[in-house]
């Protein structure tokens, strides 16, 4: 394993400037219209297709051929402090692509990876379809069934999936289903699901409080069929899970959890971009807004407060990027993951509540963006292990004991 660096290398610095120039001249400008309009900005996406930045080649770029594992972190926070309600549009297929990479054959991932994102001109989305209406963190409790059918070698899906980011509007769906049920979690399996096959079609799209330029949908499954090698990892690999299982030995953990688990960092750097915009935004402020013939950071209370998120963004930036190395090397040790995203997604609601409360009246109304970034920050307390879910992990780690 590396040594933990702070040291960001030349391209990791050309990286960052790049996507921060993007976040401000295309980002910003329109946050507030998308936010409004509560619909996937597709011109906004085709624009970062065009320049590089919504692709797999920059998927993979950030994320395969870094060594370091740093410049995923760095490159998230830059986009989301531009907007994490279109960062999450352009995220949001990065989510199925890591679905088909922690399941799929190298194969797999070189057939499915790239038609999640379509191309520069022709843009495709991706979906990671894992939650559903009555089942989020119970991972468990998924109820969606996936039959094979021998006599067709086709895999025959039945079921409804909650919340799911690009949900119905994605060519590609990555879904996990029960393939046996008595094995709970252990007994899931994930899926491709390729562009228009029939029987896939979308439920209600959710109204959201925040993040709302990103599109969140049921989507309903209704005898969709898949060929056989739409199963990620393949039909052998699966039998000798669940075969080990059935003989008492330790099965894998399930799909739906190793995405969940190795994206955590990159959570972690999102959540911080929007805490560093709330905190550059409010500073800024503090020091132009007067009150009692001076301005408002001369006073210690709102001066401390700033000093404290300060303090905070650093210490989980610090978090973030040690789990983003960690996690590079296949090294999570003590749940650093989780506990990066346990930290930013905190930081990030705090540090947007007090952006609103240093900017006062103004802070409330949507004439500033705080009060959007403080929407925006909240689901971080909740999407991909909600906080309690962090704590659980985190507990088990630390203690060894299976905490309920
Ligand atoms: C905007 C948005 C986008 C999303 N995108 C996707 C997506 O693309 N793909 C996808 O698969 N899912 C997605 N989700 C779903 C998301 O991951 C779930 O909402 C989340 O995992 C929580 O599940 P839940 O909503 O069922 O809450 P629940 O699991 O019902 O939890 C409710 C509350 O109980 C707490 N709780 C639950 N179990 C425990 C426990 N054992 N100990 C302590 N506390 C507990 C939780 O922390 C929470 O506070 C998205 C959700 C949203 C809102």
């Known amino acids: 394993m590396t040594e933990f660096s702070l040291q960001l290398n030349e391209d990791q610095l050309q990286l960052q400037k790049w996507i921060h120039d993007f976040a401000e001249n295309s980002m910003r400008p329109i946050a507030e219209e998308w936010d409004e309009r509560e619909e996937f900005p597709y011109p906004f996406v085709e624009e970062a297709a065009q320049i590089g930045l919504y692709g797999w080649e920059f998927m993979a770029e950030i994320m395969m051929n870094d060594k370091t594992g740093l410049s995923t972190p760095v490159a998230l926070e830059e986009m989301f402090w531009g907007d994490a309600g279109l960062g999450m549009s352009i995220m949001g297929t990065g989510l199925a692509a890591a679905g088909i990479a922690a399941s799929g054959t190298s194969e797999q991932v070189m057939e499915w990876v790239p038609q999640c994102y379509g191309t520069a001109d022709k843009i495709a989305l991706g979906a990671f379809c894992a939650s559903e209406p009555d089942a989020g963190s119970d991972v468990g409790g998924y109820r969606l069934r996936a039959k094979y059918d021998e006599a067709t070698d086709e895999w025959v899906l039945n079921g409804t999936k909650a919340w799911i980011t690009n949900g119905g509007i994605a060519d590609i769906h990555v879904v996990v289903a029960v393939v046996e049920p ?13 562009p228009n096959t029939p029987g896939l079609s979308q439920g209600q799209k959710y109204k959201k409080h925040g993040i709302r330029a990103s599109h969140t949908a049921e989507v309903v499954l209704d005898d969709v069929r898949v060929p056989g090698h739409c199963l990620l990892g393949g039909k052998e690999k699966l039998d000798e899970r669940l075969a080990r299982i059935r003989e008492g030995k330790k099965g894998n953990s399930q799909a739906a959890m190793q995405t969940f688990e190795a994206t955590r960092p990159a959570v972690a750097a999102q959540a911080l971009g929007i805490a560093r915009a709330a905190y550059e935004y409010s500073l800024d402020y503090a020091k132009e807004r007067k009150a009692f013939g001076r301005a408002i950071i001369e006073n210690q209370s709102i001066a401390f407060m700033l000093a404290d998120i300060a303090t905070e963004i650093e210490a989980a930036r610090l978090l973030t990027w040690r789990a983003a190395q960690l996690g590079k090397a296949k090294g999570f040790k003590n749940a650093e993951g989780s506990m990066a995203k346990l930290k930013a997604g905190r ?13 006062g009246g103004y802070g409330y109304t949507r004439e500033y963006p705080v009060e959007r970034w403080h929407r ?15 704590q659980l992990v985190i507990s088990r780690a630390i203690s060894g004991v299976r905490i309920q």
């Open 182 to 194: 008595e094995f709970k979690s252990k007994g899931h399996a994930s899926f491709i699901i390729p």
């Open 376 to 390: 925006d920050a909240k689901i971080f307390d909740i999407f991909e292990g909600t906080e309690q879910i962090q």
């Open 347 to 359: 930081i990030a609601v705090h540090s947007t509540e007090r952006a609103i409360q240093i900017l």
